[in-house]
């Protein structure tokens, strides 16, 4: 709703102007010459052209940035993989000394005298 309403405003301060501003001109670039343009087409016409600029300059920078997070989020998941990895590392090892730790408890529990008498 809000588009909208700011959209019929700037339609309207653009009728306003271009009601305003009738007067013919000559346009001018390089060796091209376009006469009789009334004021109003001008400023609009540099208007959308500056719109359709900052648009595609939008369009490239959103597309760099998809490609930029495409790339970290495969770099997350080669991370994530390896980490998956690694824990499974680590509980083999906390399994194989949760297996050793009875034996040296009783090899630490055992009498070290013993074997010299």
Known sequence: MATLIVSVLFGSVIAYFATQNTERL?????NYSVP???VYVVVVGGLLAG????????????????????????????????????????????????DLWPRQMTLVTTNPCENFS
């Open 26 to 30: 000559s346009l001018n670039f390089w």
């Open 36 to 38: 009789g343009i009334p």
């Open 51 to 98: 719109l359709l600029l900052s648009w595609v300059i939008s369009l490239v920078n959103s597309i760099i940035t998809a490609f930029t997070i495409r790339g970290k989020e495969s770099t997350i998941k080669d991370y994530r993989k390896e980490n998956a990895e690694l824990t499974k590392k680590s509980i083999n090892w906390n399994l194989k000394i949760l």
